[in-house]
Antibody
Framework: QVHLQESGPGLVKPSQTLSLTCTVS??????????WSWIRQHPGKGLEWIGY???????HYNPSLKSRVFISVDTSKNQFSLELTSVTAADTAVYYC??????????WGQGILVTVSP | EIVLTQSPGTLSLSPGERATLSCRAS???????LAWYQQKPGQAPRLLIY???SRATGIPDRFSGSGSGTDFTLTISRLESEDFAVYYC?????FGPGTKVDIK
């Protein structure tokens, strides 16, 4: 069974960088051929795909966030990470990591609420 | 960039009734790229349908997906109590705004 778990601070100050890590178990990032994604959901709102990374390090970002996002992968730890710079209150959301085998998401983490506040 | 529109915004139905949810794309998309998810409060979304019409593992056959081009449909043949939730369609990196199915 594939399991994804987000970790990182739940509170970030405005203008700082939000950093989250997703630890994958039950699957190998290096060998699976899947894409590994970050998605967020603002409180009471819909889903927003932030971007994804392939095991090789190739990435694709949502154009609306591209200037502030960096997604990386550490195959030795079977983890991938999200950095979102210059955060504001508008970045307060639940952040999910997820696995994308093709053009859909089949496994999601439980999500982590990140609040941007002084 | 594709824009997905879902209708209705809210669907109020009773258990046992049929639910028909619509997802319309701003431009034609490959059926391979269309998926549906269910989300309940406090939970991560769950994959229901991928490739427009293929049910994900463990999804009951009362859920079915159809459509092509710009118009896609998720149908729940007979609503059960656990089906009242929000449903999202997705294509590429774009999600629709969701349809909430609530109890009438």
């Amino acid at each position: 069974q594939v399991h994804l778990q987000e970790s990182g601070p739940g509170l970030v100050k405005p203008s700082q960088t939000l950093s989250l890590t997703c630890t994958v178990s039950g699957d190998s990032i290096r060998s699976s051929g899947d894409f590994w994604s970050w998605i967020r959901q603002h409180p009471g709102k819909g889903l927003e795909w932030i971007g994804y990374v392939y095991y090789s390090g190739n990435t694709h970002y949502n154009p609306s966030l591209k200037s502030r996002v960096f997604i990386s992968v550490d195959t030795s730890k079977n983890q991938f990470s999200l950095e979102l710079t210059s955060v504001t209150a508008a970045d307060t959301a639940v952040y999910y990591c997820a696995r994308s085998p093709l053009h859909f998401i089949d496994y999601w983490g439980q999500g982590i609420l990140v609040t941007v506040s002084p | 960039e594709i824009v997905l529109t879902q209708s209705p915004g809210t669907l109020s139905l009773s258990p046992g009734e049929r639910a028909t949810l619509s997802c319309r794309a701003s431009q034609s998309v490959s059926s391979s790229y269309l998926a549906w998810y269910q989300q309940k409060p406090g939970q991560a979304p769950r994959l229901l349908i991928y490739g427009a019409s293929s049910r994900a593992t463990g999804i009951p056959d009362r859920f079915s997906g159809s459509g092509s081009g710009t118009d896609f449909t998720l149908t729940i043949s007979r609503l059960e109590s656990e089906d009242f939730a929000v449903y999202y369609c997705q294509s590429g990196i774009t999600f629709g705004p969701g349809t909430k199915v609530d109890i009438k």
